[in-house]
Structures are given as structure tokens and as C-alpha cells.
């Protein structure tokens, strides 16, 4: 690593150094002034115009997030500066990480290693590293890891599209140890596999993982979960509720929840292979009712240009589960798109509940679990919505 002084510098316009100061850790690439020296991945100082070092950050010359801030100060991001970042990061999760059955151990931004995942299963962890500049300063960020807790294993899930944008390759990789293809977690008294080859994210979503405990609280009755995956939430929902519809279009998927549910000992989930939109509309040709409805479908805005699309696609299922509430239902449902941030997701959910026609209250609302944490000033970094409605039995 060189010297501080050798870093390569590349300066910003005005509105970039706003932004910087604002704490925001994106700067993108309209607002780079000059960029002599740096090549992409590099670690950069960063200057505003009158040449005043505003900190250091990753540089990358294809992306559209130009830098990825680390510091605001002058600094030079060696080992002992990563390690103090994973120790932050343990700090903020609590004395008990080495205990963890499954959780996330560092969130990118928030945990202020910009384009690193690193999620913990038991003794195995399984990593995203999503940017040229991470690519560098992985080794160092794990070296810590494994000082601070066992490692038996580490699998690279380097396989989302964001890589490409960063002109790395897709693949997923043994990086140590042998990683087994399923890893069982117990979740607040639920086993579930996890699948960190195949599965979904680094195997599981972890994300929702706070919301599934808390969906037994409304548990009872009839449960229907749409876009239930490996039938995560209903696993949950099962233990209070008499009857627990599980619906996804994955056939791979519900087969793993159907192992799942035997897992657990639970003979009252039925499972439907089916497009969720469909379902919905098939139950409610067909009249019937459930107490709770779990809503957790994937990002329909994956990019802005997709939100008008998306805000159809989330007010149509949401007006067909509030239609299928009972009187006194609950309705706990997600968007996990970060383009349509929450205010925006309430919107959908007023239309949705004028449409159908229904009175709700908002019981809660919740997020992604706290091991995803979300810095005040980087509000993208908030990209979990999850409210839970409950049917006024009584109209106004
Ligand atoms: N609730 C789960 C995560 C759900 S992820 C958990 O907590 O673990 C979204 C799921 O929606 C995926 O399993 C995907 O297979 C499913 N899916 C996507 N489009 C669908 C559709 N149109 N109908 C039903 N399921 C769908």
C-alpha cells in the first residue's frame, strides 16, 4: 500500500463536495473535475477545487458511483485501519457474534466498507465483494474476522449483476475451507437450511429476519405467505397459526421449504407453486379469507426507471390481500426495492387499501433487521419496508 502521500488525488465540483460533507459516501461520475493518475480500483485522496483534502475513498472508473468515501479525513487505509472497521462493526452487533446461528456481520456502507457484504453462518462466512476497490482490501478485512471469530470456511457469492457494472467477473468461489452446500439455522426456535452455493443473496435474507420472529405475534387462524421462498415467515407463522398457505413460483424453492417445514416437526403448511399475483386473484374469485397475509415479494424496482411499473405491481397485490383479510386481519407486507424508498411505499399501500375499499391501521413499522444498519446520512441504505396493517374490523 503506498504512503498516504502517494495516493492519487482526484477532484470534485462544488456539488460533489457538498455531498461529501453531507456525509453522504457516494460521489458520482458527473461531478468528477480530474481524475489524473487514478486507476479504477484505486484508493484515492479526494480534493475539492481549491485542492483542500476532503478524505479518501475508493475510485472507480466505470461505475457511475465514481467514489465510495472510506474517511473524511486524511488517512491512510492500511490493515490496522480495516481491522478497526471490523471491530466497529463487532462492536455495534453486541458480545454474542461468535454465537450467531446466522447473521450479517457487515452491511457495505453502513458498516463503512463501501461494496463489502459479509454475512455469518455459524462458523462458515459467506461474502459479496461487489466493487474493484473492495476487491483490494478484502484480504485484510477478512484477516480480522478471522482473529475475532472462527472461520471454518469462506465461499465468494460474487455473482450479482452490480459486478459487471464494475467490470468484474460473476462467479462464486471456495475462497478457504469447504463450505457445505446446505447449513442449517435455528431462528428463534425455527431450523431452516440455508443455502449459500445456490440460494438466494449469500443464501438466505437475513434482512427479514426481525420480521419473520415478529410475525407470530399476529399469527392465528388461516396465514397465507406469498413470495415465501423456502417458507421462511411461515415456518414462524406455523407454530400459532391452525393452517399456513405457502406460496412461491419456485418449485426448488418450496421443495426446501417443504424439507423445512419436516425439519420442524410442522404437519400445517400447504405449499402451491404458482405466481402470487394469480393466487391472489384465484383466492379471492373463490371468497376466501385469511387472518394474517405475509406479502415479501423480490424488488420490482430494480432500477428507476422501473418504479411507475413497480408502484402497479406492489398496489395490486396489496389491494388483493387486504380483499382477502378477515375482519380484524393483518396484512404484514415488504418491498425490499430501493428505489421507492417508504413514504413512497405507504402511498401504494393508501391506494391499495382505497381500492379495495378497506380500513386499516398501521400496527408497525418495521425494516431490515439490525444487523443491516443504516446510516442517517446514506438513507439508500434503508431499503427494507415492512408495514404491518391490521383490518378495522369496524368501518368509519
Ligand atoms: N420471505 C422470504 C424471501 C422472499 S424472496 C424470506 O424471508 O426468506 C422473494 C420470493 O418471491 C422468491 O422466493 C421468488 O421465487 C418469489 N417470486 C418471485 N416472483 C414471484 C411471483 N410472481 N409469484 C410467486 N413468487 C414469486
Redesign the pocket.
Same mark, same amino acid.
Given at each position: 500500500m503506498s504512503a498516504p502521500g502517494r495516493l492519487p488525488d482526484v477532484t470534485f465540483r462544488l456539488r460533489a463536495k457538498r455531498r461529501i460533507e453531507a456525509r453522504h459516501p457516494w460521489v458520482f461520475a458527473d461531478d468528477v473535475a480530474r481524475a489524473e493518475g487514478a486507476a479504477h480500483g484505486d484508493l484515492v485522496r479526494v480534493r475539492g477545487n481549491a485542492g483542500e483534502v476532503l478524505g479518501v475513498a475508493f475510485w472507480s472508473a466505470r461505475s457511475k458511483i465514481a467514489l465510495r468515501m472510506i474517511a473524511l479525513d486524511d488517512v491512510l487505509p492500511d490493515a490496522a485501519f480495516w481491522a478497526a472497521r471490523v471491530d466497529a462493526a463487532f462492536t455495534a452487533r453486541g458480545p454474542d457474534v461468535g454465537g450467531w446461528p446466522a447473521r450479517r456481520l457487515l452491511f457495505g456502507e453502513g458498516d463503512g466498507v463501501p461494496g463489502l457484504i459479509a454475512d455469518l453462518y455459524g462458523s462458515h462466512l459467506v461474502v459479496q465483494i461487489l466493487t474493484a476497490g473492495t476487491e483490494r482490501i478484502f484480504d485484510q478485512v477478512v484477516a480480522r474476522i478471522r482473529e475475532r471469530v472462527p472461520l471454518d470456511s469462506v465461499l465468494a457469492r460474487n455473482d450479482p449483476s452490480v459486478r459487471a457494472l464494475e467490470g468484474l467477473p460473476r462467479e462464486v468461489r471456495q475462497l478457504s475451507g469447504t463450505t457445505p452446500d446446505e447449513i442449517v439455522v435455528l431462528e428463534d426456535g425455527v431450523l431452516y437450511a440455508a443455502d449459500p452455493w445456490r440460494g =438466494?443473496k449469500t443464501g *438466505? +435474507?437475513l434482512d =427479514?429476519r426481525e420480521n419473520?420472529v415478529a410475525c407470530r405475534a399476529f399469527a392465528r387462524g388461516r396465514v397465507l #405467505? /406469498? +413470495? *415465501?421462498?423456502?417458507a @421462511? +415467515?411461515a415456518l414462524h407463522a406455523a407454530r400459532e397459526a391452525a393452517e399456513v398457505v405457502v406460496?412461491?413460483? @419456485?418449485p426448488d *424453492?418450496l421443495s426446501r421449504g417443504r424439507v423445512n417445514a419436516e425439519r420442524n416437526g410442522a404437519t400445517n403448511l400447504t405449499f402451491v407453486a404458482?405466481? /402470487? +399475483?394469480e393466487d391472489l386473484r384465484e383466492r379471492e374469485r373463490r371468497g376466501e379469507r385469511f387472518d394474517l397475509i405475509?406479502l #415479501? %415479494? %423480490?424488488a420490482f424496482a430494480k432500477s428507476r426507471g422501473d418504479v411507475a411499473a413497480a408502484r402497479r405491481g406492489y398496489k395490486e397485490i396489496n389491494l388483493r390481500a387486504l380483499r382477502l383479510l378477515s375482519p380484524g386481519g393483518v396484512l404484514m407486507t415488504s418491498s425490499c426495492s430501493y428505489n421507492l424508498d417508504e413514504s413512497a411505499f405507504e402511498e401504494v399501500l393508501r391506494d391499495a387499501a382505497a381500492d379495495a375499499r378497506r380500513d386499516v391501521h398501521v400496527v408497525a413499522r418495521r425494516g431490515q433487521a439490525a444487523d443491516h444498519p443504516v446510516r442517517l446520512t446514506f438513507p439508500e441504505g434503508r431499503y427494507l419496508k415492512c408495514f404491518v396493517l391490521r383490518e378495522a374490523a369496524e368501518a368509519v
Open positions: =438466494q *438466505a +435474507f =427479514q419473520r #405467505d /406469498a +413470495f *415465501a421462498y423456502h @421462511s +415467515f406460496c412461491d413460483s @419456485s *424453492a404458482a405466481n /402470487a +399475483f405475509l #415479501d %415479494p %423480490p
